[in-house]
């Protein structure tokens, strides 16, 4: 991807150059949520790593529900501060969420 964009932005520097800046940040910022989740450990993410071999069905689902809140929570912040870093945005605006009908408004 880098090698890409820096021979495109070469050929068109003024159209490409703020893409170009963007893009990059949101690569840095995948392989930072990568080497999180990987360093954390996908348990790690839910309840403090504990996890019984003797849950039930509904604490197993609610630790899971948990855990994907939690990684959302940390990609979505790690995405924000690359984009806000690149200096390119005034502003990230938080998403919309689905469940509570605000996507619809």
Known sequence: L???LSDAVRSRPDDLADIESLLLAVQ???KTISHLVNRAGINQLGMGGIVAASKDAVEQRDFRLN???RLDQLSTNVLR????FTGKL???APA???RDGAANA
Not at 81 to 84: K, Q, V
């Open 90 to 92: 005034q502003m990230v």
């Open 67 to 69: 855990s994907m809140r």
């Open 81 to 84: 501060n690359a984009l806000r």
């Open 96 to 98: 919309r969420d689905v």
């Open 28 to 30: 840095m910022a995948c």
């Open 2 to 4: 880098t090698r890409f």
